[in-house]
């Protein structure tokens, strides 16, 4: 399968613990983006990386949230100290670098905070 | 902030028909606009795009309206499938970067 590939599907923890979601993005796709998607809503945008550098977070990114990209393949994004807000769907996507170009989203993580 | 949104909901349909699916956006500089849908339980699935020079474009069954003047974007989806039963987001981009603003979905049911 040559899509974007998350991991895990599916994620159910306890209040105040750390989760950390992989994304493995289409090979040769340079841009990476992290999206937050709750139930009946179009997808949020939370950050994107070109390569391995992080270009844009929003502000829905508190400082809980860290987004990493460190060989600008996979990336990983962590939430420390989980609230019950938390519980969405983290959708991750690429595209290649030039402008306006597709992006293919992968089937996302569910995170459920209990 | 600037946004994207749907003036329906929920449309339903019967199979054969066609569909046609509205999104306003409000933010004037976006020059790229997509649709997007989404079955249940899997990440948003493309379907066809439009940049702002064009008016129309056109694809498989599906096509892509674009109206600058009331920044209006519609999707008619011709000859409709049970297998168009989805949500369908409109999302836009304003510049470089390929950011999205989504909207907030309508959801079609296809009726047998």
């Known amino acids: 399968d040559t899509g974007v590939s998350q991991d895990p599907r599916h994620k159910i923890t306890k209040r105040g613990q750390n989760v950390t979601f992989r994304c493995d993005p289409i090979s040769e796709h340079n841009r990476l983006y992290w999206y937050r998607q709750t139930l009946g809503q179009g997808p949020e945008f939370l950050t994107y990386?070109?390569?391995?550098?992080?270009?844009?977070k929003s502000r829905l990114l508190s400082d809980r949230f860290s987004a990493e990209r460190p060989k600008g393949s996979f990336s990983t994004l962590e939430i420390q100290r989980t609230e019950q807000g938390d519980s969405a769907m983290y959708l991750c996507?690429?595209?290649?670098?030039?402008?306006?170009?597709?992006?293919?989203f992968g089937q996302g993580t569910r995170l459920t905070v209990v | 902030g600037e946004s994207v949104g749907l003036h329906l909901p929920t449309l339903s349909v019967q199979e054969g028909d066609n569909s046609i699916i509205n999104c306003a956006y409000s933010?004037?500089?976006?020059?790229?606009f997509i649709w997007y849908k989404q079955e249940s339980g899997k990440g948003p699935q493309f379907i066809i795009d439009?940049?702002?020079?064009?008016d129309k474009r056109q694809g498989q069954r599906v096509t892509v309206l674009l109206n600058k003047t009331v920044k209006h974007l519609s999707l008619q989806i011709a000859a409709t499938q049970p297998g168009d039963s989805a949500v369908y987001f409109c999302?836009?981009?304003?510049?470089?970067?390929?950011?999205?603003?989504f909207g907030g979905g309508t959801r079609v049911l296809v009726k047998p």
């Open positions: 933010n004037s500089a976006s020059d790229y």
């Open positions: 439009i940049r702002s020079n064009m």
């Open positions: 990386f070109q390569n391995e550098a992080q270009l844009e």
């Open positions: 999302a836009e981009n304003e510049a470089a970067g390929n950011k999205l603003t």
């Open positions: 996507a690429s595209s290649r670098t030039s402008d306006r170009s597709e992006a293919f």
